[in-house]
């Protein structure tokens, strides 16, 4: 019999319609090629975040002098490194298996391949091949990293970041392509280990899906570490070579008036991500763009009648928690449920270098280009904030708000940017008012007052600021 349901893909997009559809009783089978979780759980999110708090740990040690400590710091253990990032991500792992073993009807193993529109062909690890038919389909299938023309992927000098997350030691050169969130999490995740990080970003900026302000603030607190990050800058060539302490790379760069060449032990390439899409049946069906995107309306389906996608595969925000959310508007509208369409407008935006960057809503660019001069915008720095101070991080707090009216958007760098960020989404999705916010009792001294002390000036009524 067929299946209400079948998601091709288990990775946060493809898990999300599964578990969603299962919630409104409806009949589902899952099909993944490795492990449940995909990408963010095994080669990503996760692992990443778990090495960036053995980071920030490190960062402490290394100020340990000026809180009063004494301390002698032996170096990092690498085996204990990867005994930590491997524990917390079978843990997620096995908790994630089990609630899908518990919701699914059927946990096909196998690469997933689309046949028709109600048919996918599965083929196991053993060559077997079997089919799985439902009267949807969802394509969940992720996505894999970019790589540049010209530069070869060996695995052990030139990486990708799938590949860079499993060191046992930080090295002590390194080269990163892209300054978006993933080049500028490795970045934060080397340096504080010794490691000489060179950032190398085609555009004029860092994290340039970012406000301005917070990828301003970024390149100044990398600075202030000793990060480089080249922007306007372009790598023509990376050439592998043996020296007599092993592989490294040279690194040809050409930047506004010359050119530069840069050692390296390790060329990390994060200049994004693609869809994964390749023989998965989804050309054949004529729902790829030229790039190899899926093709949806708002609401996830395609033009195949029954055929959904989500997630990665999507020229969306490739982000976790905005593959969560389509994932439940697909398993809603396949349930009959009236629901509203993601608003990416409103999808948190997290980086967890160091400091940390959350957004969410508009830019002060965008916000100027769709309401022009009715747009004002506020600061808060985080040097007023006591625990900021005591964090010896700098930031801001920046609010987008139209002149009389609701909030637009809010740009947060500091510490703990992406926790805070949770109380400017919902400011934001409301469409609050500054004096609405500013009028919520914060507690004193913590980091979250930092929010009600923006929207206080945003409101006419500045307590702490400068």
Not at 41 to 65: F, Q, T, W, Y
Request: some cysteine.
């Amino acid at each position: 019999m067929a299946h209400d349901v079948v998601v091709v893909g288990g990775g946060p997009g493809g898990y999300a319609v599964a578990f969603r559809a299962a919630a409104r009783g409806l009949d589902v089978a899952l099909i993944e090629s490795a492990k449940v979780g995909g990408t963010c759980l095994h080669r990503g999110c996760i692992p990443s975040k778990a090495i960036l708090h053995v980071a920030e740990v490190m960062d402490e040690v290394n100020r340990a002098a000026t809180l009063g400590l004494d301390l002698t710091f032996n170096g990092l253990n690498g085996e204990a490194l990867d005994r930590f990032r491997g524990d917390v991500v079978s843990q997620m792992h096995r908790g994630l298996e089990a609630l899908v073993k518990q919701r699914c009807s059927a946990l096909h193993e196998g690469r997933g391949r689309l046949v028709s529109a109600g048919v996918v062909e599965v083929t196991a690890s053993d060559g077997s091949v079997s089919q799985v038919e439902g009267r949807n389909v969802v394509l969940a299938t992720g996505s894999v990293p970019r790589s540049l023309p010209g530069i070869d992927i060996d695995g052990e000098v030139v990486l990708t970041s799938d590949q860079a997350l499993w060191f046992l030691e930080a090295p002590q050169r390194a080269v990163i392509v892209g300054a978006g969130a993933i080049g500028m999490e490795f970045a934060s995740m080397w340096h504080p280990f010794g490691a000489e990080v060179t950032v190398v970003e085609a555009l004029d900026r860092a994290l340039p899906l970012e406000d301005v302000d917070s990828s301003k603030a970024v390149q100044r607190a990398f600075k202030k570490k000793g990060i480089e990050v080249l922007t306007s800058a372009m790598v023509d060539k990376v050439a592998v070579g043996q020296t007599a302490s092993g592989a490294e790379a040279t690194v040809e760069v050409s930047l506004d008036g010359g050119s530069r060449s840069i050692e390296a032990d390790v060329v990390l390439v994060a200049i994004g991500r693609a869809p994964n899409t390749a023989d998965t049946g989804a050309a054949e069906l004529g729902i790829l763009d030229d790039r190899g995107f899926a093709v949806t309306d708002e609401y996830g389906r395609t033009s195949v009648d029954g055929v959904w996608a989500v997630g990665d595969v999507l020229p969306t925000l490739a982000l976790a928690h905005a593959a969560f959310s389509e994932g439940f508007v697909v398993a809603d509208v396949i349930a009959g449920e009236r629901i509203q369409p993601v608003d990416y407008d409103l999808v948190p935006r997290v980086t967890y270098c160091h400091p940390e960057v959350a957004s969410v809503g508009l830019t002060e660019e965008a916000a100027r280009e769709r309401f022009g001069d009715e747009v004002e915008t506020t600061t808060y720095n985080l040097r007023a904030n006591a625990r900021a101070m005591i964090a010896g991080v700098d930031g801001h707090v920046k609010l987008v708000t139209r002149r009389g009216g609701e909030t637009l958007g809010v740009h947060i760098v500091g510490p703990h940017a992406t926790d805070l960020i949770a109380e400017a989404t919902m400011a934001t999705y409301w469409e609050a008012l500054p004096a609405e916010v500013a009028a919520i009792t914060h507690a004193h001294p913590t980091l979250y007052e930092a929010i009600g002390e923006a929207f206080l000036a945003a409101s006419g009524t500045p307590f702490h600021g400068h």
